[in-house]
T-cell receptor, first 113, second 110 residues
């Protein structure tokens, strides 16, 4: 049973470009969470999704950031018009139920030049 | 409040010694707590959890202590090994809300 998969592992973008980060949850998991980790800081919650629904996006910046978890396929975190301050590691986690243990993916390290 | 650009607290221990990592949580209504270990370049890994109706839970070489009076959580690692070197952070959960501490970097000296 494969764990949570994230790709790409490393992503380099220039300012103004778009970044798309993908997360495939563990088999059987329908809850996905996205977190951002800045250097030397803890994980910060961004958004919680179930299939086709955003449950809680209280940690998402109001502009340029969006997330989806379609009926088929991975969850996508999309960052439009990236800026240097978006450089961070982005982790996704999945769980079987809404209060279940979250299993983390390896993360995507985004670097904005 | 949020830490901005601050370095993680560090703990340096000798191989074979016991380690104690502390965490202060913020929500007195949090009823479930998890300790995670994050090695360089990897995602967080679950170590041990504890519910708020307990004050102590033991695993293999690890013990978590919960003091709800002062909203404090600690992780004790017995006979620390070089492979234990990582960042450790706690998470507090209240319903769907999961919040993480900033973490502590544990370095084990051979």
């Amino acid at each position: 049973n494969a764990g949570v998969m994230q790709n790409p592992r490393h992503l380099v973008r220039r300012r103004g470009q778009e970044a798309r980060l993908r997360c495939s949850p563990m088999k059987g998991h329908s809850h996905v969470y996205w977190y951002r980790q800045l250097p030397e800081e803890g994980l910060k919650f961004m958004v919680y999704l179930q299939k086709e629904n955003i449950i809680d996006e209280s940690g998402m910046p109001k502009e340029r950031f969006s997330a989806e978890f379609p009926k088929e396929g991975p969850s996508i975190l999309r960052i439009q018009q990236v800026v240097r301050g978006d450089s961070a590691a982005y982790f996704c986690a999945s769980s079987y139920r809404d209060e279940g243990e979250q299993f983390f993916g390896p993360g995507t390290r985004l670097t904005v030049l | 409040g949020e830490s901005v650009g601050l370095h993680l607290p560090t703990l340096s221990v000798q191989e074979g010694d016991n380690s104690i990592i502390n965490c202060a949580y913020s929500n007195s209504a949090s009823d479930y707590f998890i300790w995670y270990k994050q090695e360089s370049g990897k995602g967080p890994q679950f170590i041990i959890d504890i519910r708020s109706n307990m004050d102590k839970r033991q695993g293999q070489r690890v013990t978590v202590l919960l003091n709800k009076t002062v909203k404090h959580l600690s992780l004790q690692i017995a006979a620390t090994q070089p492979g234990d070197s990582a960042v450790y952070f706690c998470a507090e959960i209240f319903t769907n809300d999961m919040r993480f501490g900033a973490g502590t970097r544990l370095t084990v000296k051979p």
